[in-house]
């Protein structure tokens, strides 16, 4: 089986809906890879080129898919499938819950992407997400490093998403983050 087979057209009508509203009907949908081998060391990560209707007006919508490798089960599998559930998670319920708490105090979010689909099932882990590089977002090369002021903002977003973490798990008290939510075990 190869990781592509994990993208399903009710995964990715999910995410259309998630996204675009329960009136967009999916017309079709195609893979468009734009990483090389190697980009991505622990996933297969992806593009999905959505088309679909609404308001009888045709329109296209890209996202990210991050799908399991499916690589020969090893002791690394079962930790790995830990670790898409958990990412799904931080995406979806611990994101928002920062987010919120950075608007309170007049803060732009967290630029993280928006998590629109999920599965979640062993062995066939997969998620689709916002597209970034809609938004100007650019792939790097990994073997270039980045350059002082890319280096510079990373370090500054970092900053935010540690301390809108410790603000909302204060909003959690008496529970923490791993206590509040499934698979921080």
């Known amino acids: 089986m190869d990781s592509f087979e994990l993208l399903t057209d009710e995964l990715v009508k999910e995410a259309l809906e998630n996204d675009k509203g329960k009136e967009a009907e999916l017309l079709s949908w195609e893979i468009k890879d734009f990483t090389e081998k190697g980009d991505n060391l622990l996933s297969r990560v992806t593009s999905v080129e959505v088309k679909y209707e609404i308001y009888n007006r045709k329109c296209e919508v890209s996202y990210v898919a991050k799908l399991n490798p499916l690589r020969t089960p090893s002791s690394f599998t079962e930790a790995m499938e830990i670790l898409y559930a958990k990412e799904t998670v931080v995406l979806s319920?611990?994101?928002d819950g920062m987010n919120k708490c950075l608007s309170k105090v007049s803060l732009s979010n967290i630029k993280t992407p928006k998590l629109y689909s999920k599965s979640i099932i062993k062995g066939r882990e997969a998620f689709l997400t916002?597209?970034?590089?809609?938004q100007g977002f650019k792939m790097m090369d990994r073997s270039?490093?980045?350059d002082l002021n890319h280096a510079i903002i990373v370090m500054e977003e970092l900053g935010r998403f540690h301390a809108s973490s410790l603000v909302f798990e204060d909003s959690l008290y008496?529970?923490?983050i791993p206590e509040s939510f499934d698979y921080f075990e």
């Open 93 to 95: 319920s611990v994101v």
């Open 130 to 134: 916002e597209d970034l590089r809609k």
């Open 144 to 146: 270039l490093g980045a």
């Open 174 to 176: 008496p529970k923490t």
